[in-house]
């Protein structure tokens, strides 16, 4: 047996195929690495069993070979479609009885074809043919063959559909893979059509296709070394957004342009107690068949009160393809039960803030005033001390009022306004309110900014707390404005006092209270929640030389917050009526 040069071309598909096969059994695992071996397979089985069969000296040698080589034919379509599904995220359909049905056609045919001389039903005789030193075998092909080749056509026709749907609309991530893949496949497919319709080669009868399979190793070899073939695939795109709609714990419908339902995860199957194949092609409000339930037009977010105590928020959002056609809409259904119920709670306990809580403090406010007059001593002195109390508490109630009204304006529109002479008036008032306080400031003439009533009560809050939490007899107060290059201005509130304790400003930093860490009161609070809604920062330190005394304490407290339209954040905040 000697090998001419047609039979020697084909062993370097063999070598590539071989050489990337012992590649991915050594670095490899993943979705559609084992179709990719067995596609692999077939090609150095169809490859040299060609050869083989070109070097054979005799019909029977020849016939061998040629049942040797079909085996390759039969695997390639098959792997390629096992292949091109799971390396596309499809990796589900891809089951024992998928496999099975699209490999029982194959079998039948390898059957067939090995099996062909007793009932030729495959191709009907085999005319010998020895030139160039090649023995090519020509068939005359019957209609079981047709037929097999046209399912093979549809097998491969099928993969490369699923791949070049990377091309476009995978935003770039894969395209160089697809493209590789397809040129890879399209070489042997337009190889083959080509020898079954009796094109003229090189040689008549010639199969040209397993030559084609070098391109296929090269390009195969191109997105395996530099486009992380296997490594990087398209598949964990595409089952990651399927488990992301699975696993979300709202519920989630597709409807269409008609609003017809044609997906349903299952969260919202066992929310409604729905099943896929009942409600899938039904109208989604007949679905649900309550006159409460609407739907936006278009895009929007809607509160749906459903029969029971149930409410459920409902986000509808549009459903485009990667040209922009709109197919449908997205319905996600969030159970908000029990964050509305939480909110009238706490909006009861907010009214007793007010009112009652409220006015019994002015009650007991004036009882203990009334008794620190009549009373003499150490009696005086704890009517004094009730009084004192009953103040403070009054003024958490007011504090907690403040928070409401700031929070009941966060979707208020920024306003513009002058910041010095914002916080003119209010160092003004508090000179008056505190007499003994000695307070300078270093403000620009104008600074003109973009934002809401929220800043005007965060300042009040901050240079209050900077003169009435001073232990000292004429507390010094520093209030200074600075601007800088990304467009933020800060303003700094310094204060000679005691300082702001290190367990209140992590209470801050942390977001959350516990009953072993937690603030003194809402005035902190209300400045964070506050700057936090304005998109701004907010910062705490240790006053270091800020003013001009060279005897340093306090602390700093400095606010940044954009100068032109800030965002006004309503996720980020933590306020205490509308928390989730």
């Known amino acids: 047996m000697s090998l001419s040069p047609y039979a020697l071309a084909l062993c370097v598909p063999v070598v590539l195929a071989v050489a990337f096969l012992i590649e991915t059994w050594r670095r490899c695992s993943g979705p559609g690495v084992r179709a990719l071996r067995l596609l692999l397979c077939s090609i150095v089985l169809w490859a040299g069993g060609a050869a083989l069969a070109l070097a054979a000296s005799d019909r029977a040698t020849w016939l061998a070979f040629e049942r040797l080589a079909w085996i390759g034919r039969i695997g390639v379509p098959v792997a390629w479609v096992l292949f091109a599904l799971q390396y596309t995220g499809h990796g589900d359909r891809v089951t024992r009885r998928t496999v099975a049905a699209i490999a ?13 001389p007793l009932h030729e039903l495959v191709w009907s005789e085999v005319r ?4 160039q030193g090649v023995a090519v075998g020509i068939q005359g092909f019957e209609p079981v063959f047709w037929a097999f080749t046209a399912y093979a056509y549809a097998l491969v026709l099928a993969g490369i559909v699923l791949v070049m749907r990377l091309v476009f609309t995978a935003d770039h991530l894969f395209v160089d893979q697809g493209v590789a893949l ?4 399209c070489a042997p497919l ?24 070098t391109i296929s190793g090269i390009t195969y070899g191109y997105a395996f070394y530099r486009s992380d073939l296997l490594d990087r695939v398209p598949a964990t795109r595409q089952i990651g957004r399927t488990a992301v709609v699975r696993n979300m714990r709202d519920g989630v419908i597709v409807v269409d342009e008609d609003d017809v339902i044609v997906d349903v995860n299952p969260i919202a199957q066992d929310q409604f107690d729905l099943s896929t194949p009942d409600v899938v092609g039904r109208p989604v409000r007949a679905v649900f068949d309550d006159p409460e339930f609407e739907l936006p037009v278009g895009e929007g977010t809607v509160v749906w009160s459903a029969r029971g105590p149930f409410e459920y928020e409902v986000k509808v959002s549009k459903l485009s393809d990667q040209h922009g056609r709109r197919l449908g809409r997205v319905l996600v259904l969030r159970d908000i039960t029990d964050r509305t119920n939480r909110r009238q709670q706490l909006q009861v ?4 803030l007010r009112h009652n809580f409220r006015n019994d403090m002015n009650v007991i406010d004036v009882c203990a005033t009334q008794l620190e007059e009549r009373l003499d ?3 005086s002195e704890l009517a004094d001390r009730i009084r004192s109390v009953a103040r403070d508490l009054s003024e958490t109630g007011t504090k907690a009022r403040e928070i409401e009204r700031i929070m009941s304006r966060r979707h208020n529109d920024p306003q513009p306004i002058d910041l010095p002479s914002l916080l003119t008036r209010q160092l003004d008032t508090l000179r008056h309110e505190y007499p003994a306080a000695e307070i300078e400031s270093d403000l620009p003439d104008e600074l003109e900014i973009d934002s809401t009533g929220i800043l005007e009560s965060v300042l009040e809050n901050v240079l209050e707390n900077a003169v009435v939490h001073n232990d000292s007899q004429r507390p010094h107060v520093w209030v200074r404005v600075d601007t800088d290059d990304s467009g933020n201005v800060e303003i700094a509130v310094a204060d000679d006092g005691p300082g702001i304790p290190q367990q209140e400003r992590e209470v801050l930093v942390k977001g959350t209270e516990t009953p072993l860490e937690h603030g003194s009161g809402l005035g902190l609070w209300l400045v964070n929640w506050g700057v936090t809604i304005l998109g701004g920062e907010i910062e705490f330190r240790d006053r270091v030389a800020f003013g001009r005394d060279e005897d340093v304490s306090g602390s700093v407290v400095t606010i940044s917050i954009p100068r032109q339209g800030p965002t006004v954040h309503t996720a980020t905040g933590r306020p205490p009526v509308d928390a989730d």
């Open 104 to 116: 029982l056609p194959g079998i039948a045919m390898l059957a067939l074809a090995w099996t062909n």
């Open 128 to 131: 010998m043919v020895y030139t």
């Open 182 to 185: 397809t040129l890879g496949v």
């Open 377 to 379: 001593g150490e009696d």
């Open 190 to 213: 337009f190889a083959n059509v080509a020898t079954v319709m009796g094109a003229v080669g090189p040689i008549s009868g010639l199969d040209l296709t397993p030559y084609m399979f």
């Open 349 to 352: 306990l907010n009214r007793v």
